[in-house]
């Protein structure tokens, strides 16, 4: 059988949200066993470790859109790869990536105007006061990258389509 669609390499950026992410989830780490350590043994949680916990979760997901796509990592149903050939492989993935470029792009732009909505009533978190718009904010830009990524994605496995290369 052929290879899989290729990936789209995303270079010095994808390093860079692979370190954010990354830094995020360690703090997600070091929060709750701060927190855990200082609930049990000296009866003081960290006040808003929840909401910290919370805020990094939802961001670390969003990071990860674009690598997941970059990497072709979604999870997929693979019920038709054998009986296509590489080049319809590539023409399924490029229109399944274009598709869900659309839809990434839709509920970026959903979720921007949300972010806007809350920064105007100026909603925040309960305990640390965190401005929920600025969260949404930057979720709607990590699903913007995350739609583009599918763009060159879609491009990506394209060009392989049209080559038509067995590999």
């Given amino acids: 059988m052929a290879d899989k669609v290729p990936p789209v390499p995303l ?13 995020m989830i360690l703090a997600m780490m070091v929060v709750t066993a701060i927190d855990v ?25 969003f990071a990860g859109m674009p690598l997941a796509t970059a990497r072709r990592e979604h999870i997929a149903i693979d019920l038709f790869d054998t009986a296509l050939s590489f080049r ?17 792009g839709v ?11 809350l920064l105007a009533v100026g909603e925040t978190t309960m305990q640390l006061g965190v401005p929920r718009g600025l969260v949404a904010l930057a979720m709607s830009g ?3 990258a995350a739609a583009v990524v599918f763009v060159f994605a879609s ?10 290369e067995e590999r």
């Fill in 11 to 23: 270079g010095r950026a994808g390093r860079i949200l692979e370190a954010i992410g990354g830094a």
């Fill in 37 to 61: 350590a200082g609930r049990y043994f000296l009866n003081r949680p960290i006040g808003g470790a929840f909401e910290v916990t919370e805020i990094l979760m939802g961001l670390v997901i």
């Fill in 88 to 104: 319809k492989r590539c023409w399924q993935a490029a229109i399944g990536d274009l598709l869900c470029a659309i839809v990434s």
């Fill in 107 to 117: 509920l970026a732009w959903r979720i921007w105007t949300r972010g806007q909505s």
């Fill in 142 to 144: 990590l699903m913007a």
């Fill in 155 to 164: 491009a990506t496995a394209l060009r392989a389509a049209i080559a038509g």
